[in-house]
């Protein structure tokens, strides 16, 4: 009668070789499926952002109720020292900006700031509103917000057909505009005021445009396009009211608190970009190591 053979050792050390290259092959995929998971925002600065939100709107509420009521609250020197505060969170995104467009967005909202700041500083020394400095002030002023909505616009963005079509568009837009109003000067009016006016007006509707018509702002950057769109928004109602009342105020300051965020939130994405870059150059080695590993395995 024939005895069949038994296992020897090696077979047994090949059945245990295969069964540990089999686990060691799963839990190095789920290393890499692990380090391949995006994190996009942290939730301490979540509730830091949600924070300064509602503390900007407790204080410029708490602002406007003690303009109304009292005469403590000068609206040039409140507005003058948001500017200020505006500047220095700008000057920040400029200094530790990565990307070249969000610098040059950092200085068109810096300078957007700082023309605004010496706005507010001649109207505390007797600038009348509606003489022609003022008027020049509040061209620089709004150019300067156009300029750094359209490089803060692209700086995270891919770039598509429609923005070409719309970059052809909006200087073809500018041109007809203009030549439209320099026909419809009235006669006892300067035609240069006049254009100037109007050019105001022309850009911020450009700078809303520029946000809002943009599919890749809203992919890429809702938040940044909601905060710009809806402050430049705010400054083309103010232009249309009158006189100054409590909702003006009010609104004045959600402007500056709006783009104060703005550059909260520029700052910490060209910070958290800054801290992710070397960890994507380990993580690709890691994952390259960890490939080869599994080559060597199978």
């Given at each position: 009668?024939?005895?069949t053979?038994?296992?020897t050792?090696e077979v047994?050390?090949?059945?245990?070789?295969?069964?540990t290259a089999?686990?060691?092959k799963?839990?190095l995929?789920?290393?890499?499926?692990?380090?391949?998971?995006?994190v996009i925002?942290t939730p301490?600065?979540i509730i830091?952002f949600?924070?300064?939100?509602m503390l900007?709107l407790?204080?410029?509420?708490?602002?406007?109720?003690?303009?109304?009521?009292?005469?403590?609250?000068v609206?040039?020197?409140?507005s003058l020292l948001?500017?200020?505060?505006a500047?220095?969170?700008?000057?920040?995104?400029?200094?530790?900006?990565?990307?070249?467009w969000?610098?040059?967005g950092?200085?068109?909202?810096?300078?957007?700031?700082?023309f605004?700041a010496l706005?507010y500083?001649?109207?505390l020394h007797g600038?009348n509103?509606?003489?022609t400095?003022?008027?020049?002030?509040?061209?620089?002023t709004i150019c300067s917000?156009?300029?750094?909505?359209?490089a803060?616009?692209y700086?995270?963005t891919?770039g598509?057909?429609?923005?070409?079509?719309l970059?052809?568009?909006?200087p073809?837009?500018?041109?007809a505009?203009m030549?439209?109003?320099?026909r419809?000067?009235?006669?006892n009016?300067?035609?240069?005021?006049?254009l100037?006016?109007?050019?105001?007006?022309l850009a911020?509707?450009?700078?809303v445009?520029?946000?809002?018509?943009?599919p890749?702002?809203?992919?890429?950057?809702p938040g940044?396009t909601?905060?710009?769109?809806?402050?430049i928004?705010?400054?083309?109602a103010l232009?249309?009211?009158?006189?100054t009342?409590?909702?003006?105020?009010?609104f004045?300051?959600v402007?500056?608190?709006l783009l104060?965020?703005?550059?909260?939130?520029?700052f910490?994405?060209?910070?958290r970009l800054?801290?992710?870059a070397?960890g994507?150059?380990?993580?690709?080695?890691?994952s390259q190591?960890?490939?080869?590993?599994?080559?060597?395995?199978v």
């Amino acid at each position: 009668m024939q005895q069949t053979p038994q296992p020897t050792q090696e077979v047994f050390l090949a059945k245990a070789s295969a069964s540990t290259a089999a686990g060691d092959k799963g839990r190095l995929g789920a290393t890499i499926a692990n380090q391949q998971e995006p994190v996009i925002w942290t939730p301490p600065f979540i509730i830091f952002f949600f924070a300064l939100f509602m503390l900007g709107l407790v204080l410029a509420s708490l602002c406007s109720y003690a303009w109304t009521n009292s005469n403590l609250i000068v609206p040039a020197r409140l507005s003058l020292l948001y500017a200020g505060i505006a500047f220095l969170c700008w000057l920040a995104v400029i200094i530790f900006g990565r990307s070249p467009w969000v610098r040059v967005g950092g200085i068109g909202a810096a300078l957007w700031a700082f023309f605004g700041a010496l706005q507010y500083y001649l109207q505390l020394h007797g600038l009348n509103p509606q003489s022609t400095v003022a008027l020049q002030l509040n061209i620089a002023t709004i150019c300067s917000l156009l300029a750094a909505s359209l490089a803060l616009s692209y700086a995270r963005t891919r770039g598509s057909r429609w923005d070409t079509i719309l970059g052809w568009l909006i200087p073809l837009c500018i041109c007809a505009y203009m030549l439209l109003n320099y026909r419809k000067v009235p006669a006892n009016t300067s035609t240069l005021l006049y254009l100037e006016e109007k050019l105001v007006t022309l850009a911020m509707l450009l700078a809303v445009i520029v946000w809002f018509f943009r599919p890749a702002n809203w992919r890429e950057q809702p938040g940044l396009t909601l905060l710009f769109g809806i402050s430049i928004l705010i400054i083309y109602a103010l232009t249309r009211m009158g006189p100054t009342t409590e909702n003006t105020i009010f609104f004045q300051q959600v402007v500056f608190v709006l783009l104060i965020m703005g550059a909260v939130r520029v700052f910490q994405g060209e910070r958290r970009l800054g801290q992710k870059a070397p960890g994507q150059i380990n993580t690709v080695a890691t994952s390259q190591v960890m490939e080869e590993e599994i080559s060597t395995l199978v």
